[in-house]
């Protein structure tokens, strides 16, 4: 098992720009989880999903979408992006029900000049 | 909505001594879990340990044990014998709600 994949790993983006970061899975979760981690903090929860097609807001979803059209992948999408939005972005997956560990990606990270 | 407090920034211990990292929390649930992730430098998330509500038992992994007062909401990480490779930053999370919380960290040196 791969476990949960990130891409790409580094990204540098100009005010304005769109990007898409990707994030799959390959241990049939049905939960997956996009953060962010700014530098000296801990992580913060952008959105959520509890299984193919149900998303939900976390923390801080403000300029970010994203989709869950199956169970393997959940895209994370940022639109106009700002100088706000330099972060290292995560992306974790859980089997929910009473297993609660989440497995996490290597990251992202993410500049906007 | 659920907050973790992590109150040290950072800690530094002698290898092979004992260092405790100290977290808190808020909630008004009963039922949830706490972990402590360990983010070494190359950034990876890596579990730690987990600790379930509703059990009063401490959990233990190795070297690695928490200290769990629920009445407190009181949730320390206790590291034996600290290895070179411990060197990290440690988060305290709460989960929830069906979401993770994050405390914002505390940096663990080790000291040769």
């Known amino acids: 098992n791969a476990g949960v994949t990130q891409t790409p790993k580094f990204r540098i983006l100009k005010i304005g720009q769109s990007m898409t970061l990707q994030c799959t899975q390959d241990m049939n979760h049905n939960y997956m989880y996009w953060y962010?981690?700014?530098?000296?903090?801990?992580?913060?929860?952008?959105?959520?999903?509890?299984?193919?097609?149900?998303?939900?807001?976390?923390?801080?979803?403000?300029?970010?979408?994203?989709?869950?059209?199956?169970?393997?992948?959940?895209?994370?999408?940022?639109?106009?992006?700002?100088?706000?939005?330099?972060?290292?972005?995560?992306?974790?997956?859980?089997?929910?029900?009473?297993?609660?560990?989440?497995?996490?990606?290597?990251?992202?990270?993410?500049?906007?000049? | 909505a659920q907050t973790v407090t992590q109150s040290q920034p950072e800690m530094s211990v002698q290898e092979a001594e004992t260092v405790t990292l100290s977290c808190t929390y808020d909630t008004s649930e009963s039922d949830y879990y706490l972990f402590w992730y360990k983010q070494p430098p190359s950034r990876q998330m890596i579990l730690v340990i987990r600790q379930e509500a509703y059990k009063q038992q401490n959990a233990t992994e190795n070297r690695f044990s928490v200290n769990f007062q629920k009445a407190a909401k009181s949730f320390s990480l206790k590291i034996s014998d600290s290895q070179l490779g411990d060197a990290a930053m440690y988060f305290c999370a709460y989960f929830g709600n069906e979401k993770l919380t994050f405390g914002t960290g505390t940096r663990l040196t080790i000291i040769p």
């Open chain 1, 36 to 113: 962010r981690q700014d530098p000296g903090m801990g992580l913060k929860l952008i959105y959520y999903s509890v299984g193919a097609g149900i998303t939900d807001k976390g923390e801080v979803p403000n300029g970010y979408n994203v989709s869950r059209s199956t169970t393997e992948d959940f895209p994370l999408r940022l639109e106009l992006a700002a100088p706000s939005q330099t972060s290292v972005y995560f992306c974790a997956s859980s089997r929910g029900g009473t297993s609660y560990e989440q497995y996490f990606g290597p990251g992202t990270r993410l500049t906007v000049t």
